[in-house]
């Protein structure tokens, strides 16, 4: 066979070499030690938290080690793709605070020295490392209908290997003459790996999250380019990779199937394999109809809104919260990490792949609600309004009208019980903010001024009364705590506590029963923040209107 004729007959229209690519892409000038790690993602739909989860690891590896991570689209399933599918996955990373150091930035712009960064833009790339294989006799024109490779997998049904190989692979041996016949008759092509494979021989790789891997070497001859010149995945990620200098691929374990083929790719194009780690999926329970665990499944797009990234977005889950709970999923010793460095950036963590369970990470809703809690309750009011600000503007004009009508006044109400040594811990995402502050709001604020069931309607109303006379909205904690307690004597209460626990049938009640009915005549709950910050940012006029509601429904 004359591969060097054969290969100018396949590929008449590529001039370069890979030698020219080669020095188009350098290696990169990095330290050493430095890795080089990537997110490959196809606009085939929504960003997953899946594809979040690998992003964010991938990123990590990179930059822990002073390294590259960039962005690349690997967009060869044009029948899958959807449009704004890129820009989606480029938001979706921006939101979490993943922004690539290079790579695509926008639909149709890149960032860096490696581009396109996009394969669909790669083709004569992908040719002319194609057209090398030919020309080494390692790859080689496949003109296998449909019919042909159907009727191959069912004659393979009872084979322990399945696939284009060996005696199946009807094309591997056809001569030139066949060929050029072939494309003189306008037969559609594909081009295939000529693979070396031996049935009897294994391949060992050192999985940076699973360790040592050993597997049977691949057979197969796989496609390289389809029938319309698009390279399938395992070829365009081998080339990709290569001249990326990529040197860690961080990638979901459904992979791990392919890297006998993928192996054998970069030895045949004469390239230096990458390190690779493969990423459990994530997981979730599964229950029955009692709230019983059956089992565990991976998170679904289909069943689980939770799959999405835009979901978190849309119920207000700070980013940093979703960060802070990824890294939980991800690395074994991030919890006891955080708890020493309370209040470092998550940048700090000295995040490591091989702290990374093999088994797939549970997701938990309500182990993200607690982290988010705690996340919330360390940003400064200011960041709470204008995170909460920006949700409201994209998810509930309403209450973003309220907030933006009074800067002033939302600032204060979320600093209420933030600045001490224990702030509370109440909100988990944006989306709760409406509802635990409404009292706050005039338009918001509801009241069925349903007492505490040791209080009688006047009692109640007898202390309201009395409070309302001594009430002053610029009094200090101490101060107005002590016109609480200087109310209690008279009206039958003990402002000490331990003294009502020690007699209770002296007392109608103690100074937490009379301070309990003021704060429900004035919010509705019972139980809010710091009472007394509460009524110094509601003001006189409107506790007191309150108040006097609240009088006149007991009477």
Not at 160 to 175: D, M, S, V
Not at 458 to 475: F, M
Request: net charge negative; glycine share 6%; aromatic share 10%.
């Amino acid at each position: 066979m004359d591969y060097l004729k054969l290969a100018d007959i396949l590929f008449p229209e590529i001039d370069k070499t890979p030698d020219y690519f080669e020095a188009k892409y350098p290696p990169r000038d990095l330290p050493e030690g430095a890795r080089v790690t990537r997110f490959a993602p196809s606009p085939t739909g929504f960003l997953h938290l899946g594809g979040l989860f690998a992003a964010m690891v991938a990123a990590k590896t990179a930059h822990t080690s002073g390294g590259v991570f960039y962005l690349r689209i690997e967009d060869t399933d044009k029948k899958r793709e959807v449009e704004g599918g890129i820009s989606g996955i480029i938001d979706g990373l921006a939101r979490f605070g993943i922004v690539p150091d290079e790579g695509r930035i926008s639909e149709r712009e890149d960032k860096g020295a490696y581009g396109p960064y996009r394969q669909s833009e790669r083709r004569e790339i992908y040719a002319t490392f194609a057209k090398e294989l030919v020309k080494k006799g390692l790859a080689y024109p496949c003109f296998c209908t449909e019919d042909e490779i159907g009727a191959i997998r069912e004659a393979q049904e009872n084979e322990p290997i399945k696939g284009y190989f060996g005696k199946w692979a009807k094309c591997r041996n056809l001569t030139l003459e066949q060929i050029e016949a072939n494309l003189a008759a306008g037969k559609p092509w594909t081009l295939r790996l000529r693979s070396a494979g031996d049935m009897q021989k294994k391949i060992t790789i050192s999985d940076f999250i699973r360790g040592k891997i050993e597997m049977p070497a691949n057979v197969l001859d796989i496609v390289l380019l389809k029938q319309d010149g698009i390279p399938t995945y395992h070829f365009a990620h081998c080339v990709d990779d290569h001249l990326m200098h990529s040197t860690h691929i961080v990638r979901g374990d459904e992979w791990i199937a392919s890297v006998p083929i993928h192996i054998e790719l970069f030895a045949a194009c004469g390239f230096k394999a990458p390190k690779y780690a493969h990423i459990a999926p994530i997981m979730k329970e599964e229950t029955d109809e009692a709230g019983n665990v059956t089992g565990k499944r991976k998170l679904s797009k289909r069943k689980d809104p939770e799959a999405a990234v835009t979901y978190y977005s849309e119920v207000g889950y700070p980013a940093e919260s979703v960060n802070e709970y990824l890294l939980t999923l991800a690395n074994s010793n991030f919890e006891d990490w955080r708890r020493a460095n309370a209040d470092a950036p998550l940048e700090a963590f000295p995040f490591n792949l091989k702290k990374m369970s093999a088994s797939g990470a549970l997701f938990d809703l309500a182990k993200l609600n607690d982290v988010s809690k705690n996340v919330i309750c360390r940003f400064s009011a200011e960041k709470v309004y204008a995170d909460v600000l920006a949700w409201a503007k994209e998810n509930d004009s309403d209450f973003y009208a309220h907030l933006a009508a009074d800067k002033d006044f939302a600032v204060k109400m979320f600093n209420i019980d933030r600045t001490g040594k224990k702030p509370r811990k109440d909100i988990a995402k944006w989306s709760e903010v409406k509802e635990y502050y409404a009292y706050l709001f005039t338009d918001y604020y509801k009241n069925t001024f349903e007492m505490p069931e040791n209080i009688t309607k006047a009692d109640a109303a007898a202390i309201l009364k009395a409070y309302k006379a001594v009430y002053a909205a610029g009094d200090e904690k101490d101060v107005w705590f002590q016109k609480i307690k200087d109310l209690c004597a008279p009206l039958g209460f003990t402002p000490n506590v331990k003294e009502y626990k020690q007699n209770p049938d002296a007392f109608k009640g103690h100074v937490g029963d009379v301070s309990g009915v003021i704060r429900i005549a004035v919010t509705g709950r019972r139980n809010t923040p710091d009472l007394c910050s509460i009524l110094a940012l509601l003001g006189e006029e409107e506790v007191g209107r309150r108040l006097e509601e609240c009088i006149e429904n007991l009477a």
